[in-house]
């Protein structure tokens, strides 16, 4: 079993940066990638970062391009998504989660094992 563990999250202002981390602990597997998505109120999940299975590039949907960064301590088996001049429409529950097959790294159903989620709310 994996257990992923996100936090950081919080109540910033408009214009404002945050940075949400997921710490991985449990199994292991020789192959898996992470992703994270976003789930607004009233709204489906939706993509916002993920990695291509050869791990060779970086894909962020069109929303948070240029503002949002994901990246990787391997040493502490933690990922992180740093989120600059934030907007109010980022406000939602940010989950990190990983996947184990070579799945559409930018649908949830790709994915295998998820957190719990963590609130970021932008005041306007």
């Known amino acids: 079993q994996v257990q992923l563990v996100e936090s950081g999250g919080g109540l910033v202002q408009a214009g404002g940066s945050l940075r949400v981390s997921c710490a991985a602990s449990g199994r292991t597997f020789s192959r898996y990638t992470m992703g994270w998505f976003r789930q607004a109120l009233g709204k489906e999940r939706e993509f916002v970062v993920g990695?291509?299975?050869?791990?060779?590039?970086?894909y962020y949907a069109d929303a948070v391009k240029g503002r949002f960064t994901m990246s990787t301590d391997n040493a502490k088996n933690t990922v992180y998504l740093q989120m600059n001049s934030l907007k109010p429409e980022d406000t939602a529950v940010y989950y990190c989660?990983?996947?184990?097959?070579?799945?559409?790294?930018?649908?949830?159903?790709?994915?295998?094992?998820w957190g719990q989620g963590t609130q970021v709310t932008v005041s306007s």
């Open positions: 989660a990983l996947r184990i097959k070579p799945n559409d790294y930018n649908l949830p159903r790709s994915y295998d094992y």
């Open positions: 990695i291509s299975w050869s791990g060779g590039r970086t």
